[in-house]
Structures are given as structure tokens and as C-alpha cells.
T-cell receptor, first 111, second 113 residues
Framework: GEQVEQLPSSLIVQEGASVLINCSYT??????FPWYKQEPGKRLQFIID?????ERKQNQRLTLLFDKKTKHLSLHITATQPGDSAIYFC??????????FGTGTKLQVVP | AQTIHQWPVAEIKAVGSPLSLGCTIK??????LYWYWQATGGTLQQLFY??????VESVVQLNLSASRPKDDQFILSTEKLLLSHSGFYLC????????????FGHGTKLSVL
């Protein structure tokens, strides 16, 4: 079945630094790739998405890159703040209503 | 504005006991509804989804069942809990066709002892 892997599994950065979170999937039928953020004590929250007919999408400090050929996505977060500390999940959706979540990346931003 | 409410917030149950978790969505007509399970520190696994009242599709078999008795309500249940049922249960909704962003509830933390 579909596998969605994320790297790294965790990282600690200084406030102001940029981070890159990588996500790879296996199912060629996947066409929709939303990303979510899970902060301690808060509900899982959608942050950005991209569809398979696009290569790049930006939302303020977030940039999402998509490579259909290699089945790879990268989430770039610039100018990180302590409020960015959370677990980040990529997800892949195909022709059905099933969205498979990645393994998660725990980001800690220290002042 | 749409709101999603899950109940209870947390449960501590004994192995072999029954369970019922609920989810209500207000402010959105005919949403697609989902149940997800998250092991502590782990990824999310989709359990069930429903596109309309009375219609529920199972994604994985975990000795759980789900029902949608009303347009705005989704229920997750089992008659006999296992230790492996412990974790975090998240209800979510989306609208439109497939492959749209999900909106999640706060979740229910279940501890089976």
C-alpha cells in the first residue's frame, strides 16, 4: 500500500533559522498533498497544500515544492519562530477519500 | 462559522468494556466525516469515512465500528476494548469532492487499562 515517509523525524533550530522538511510517497495515483501542523494541546491544523499539477506553492513563510517524477515534496519554513514548534505531517490523497499521513517531523524552535 | 466538537475529551476504560466516542459538526451541511487514530507520538491512521447519513466506509479493521445517525454526527464505538485501542481519536470533516483539506476536532484521548 501507499507509504508516506518524512525526514527528518525531528530537528531543533535557533529562532530565525530556515528549515526543510522532506516527504516522499510511493503511490503514483496520489494527486493531493496537504500538510498539517500539530502543536501541543491544540487541534491538528491545515497549513498548506499542493496538487499534482503544480510544482510550487507559497503561503507567507511557507514554501511547498513538489516533484512528481521523484514523488517528493519539500516544505521550507523561513524565519522560524518559537510558535512554529510543532509536529508537521505531510499527507497524500489519491482517487478515493483516503488521505495517508506521513510519519511526522517534530520541530523545536529555541529562542 | 463551522465548529467541530468531540466528546468526551478523555476516557480511561478497562479492557473488555464498551466504548462510544462522538463528534458533532455545526455550521456545515452534508460534510464528509472521518475518524482517525493516532498512537502516542505516532502518525495518523484513517479508520472510517462517511459522505452521507447512514453510509460509513471502513478503511482498516481494528475491532471498531462507526455510524452516522444524523448529518452532523459521527459515532465511533466498540463493544469490547483492547489494550491496542489506546491512543488519540480524531474526528475530521471536509466538504466538496475528494481530496480537500481536513478540519480536525480536538480529539479524545483514550487509555485502555
Amino acid at each position: 500500500g501507499e507509504q508516506v515517509e518524512q525526514l527528518p523525524s525531528s530537528l531543533i533550530v535557533q529562532e530565525g533559522a530556515s528549515v526543510l522538511i522532506n516527504c516522499s510517497y510511493t503511490d503514483s495515483a496520489s494527486v493531493y498533498f496537504p500538510w498539517y501542523k500539530q502543536e501541543p494541546g491544540k487541534r491538528l491544523q491545515f497549513i498548506i497544500d499542493i496538487r499534482s499539477n503544480m510544482e510550487r506553492k507559497q503561503n507567507q513563510r511557507l514554501t511547498l515544492l513538489f516533484d512528481k517524477k521523484t514523488k517528493h515534496l519539500s516544505l521550507h519554513i523561513t524565519a522560524t519562530q518559537p510558535g512554529d514548534s510543532a509536529i508537521y505531517f505531510c499527507s497524500a490523497g489519491g482517487s478515493g477519500t483516503y488521505q495517508r499521513f506521513g510519519t511526522g517531523t517534530k520541530l523545536q524552535v529555541v529562542p | 462559522a463551522q465548529t467541530i466538537h468531540q466528546w468526551p475529551v478523555a476516557e480511561i476504560k478497562a479492557v473488555g468494556s464498551p466504548l462510544s466516542l462522538g463528534c458533532t459538526i455545526k455550521g456545515k451541511s452534508s460534510p464528509n466525516l472521518y475518524w482517525y487514530w493516532q498512537a502516542t507520538g505516532g502518525t495518523l491512521q484513517q479508520l472510517f469515512y462517511s459522505i452521507t447519513v447512514g453510509q460509513v466506509e471502513s478503511v482498516v479493521q481494528l475491532n471498531l465500528s462507526a455510524s452516522r445517525p444524523k448529518d452532523d454526527q459521527f459515532i465511533l464505538s466498540t463493544e469490547k476494548l483492547l489494550l491496542s485501542h489506546s491512543g488519540f481519536y480524531l474526528c475530521a470533516w471536509s466538504v466538496g469532492g475528494v481530496n480537500e483539506r481536513l478540519f480536525f476536532g480536538h480529539g479524545t484521548k483514550l487509555s485502555v487499562l
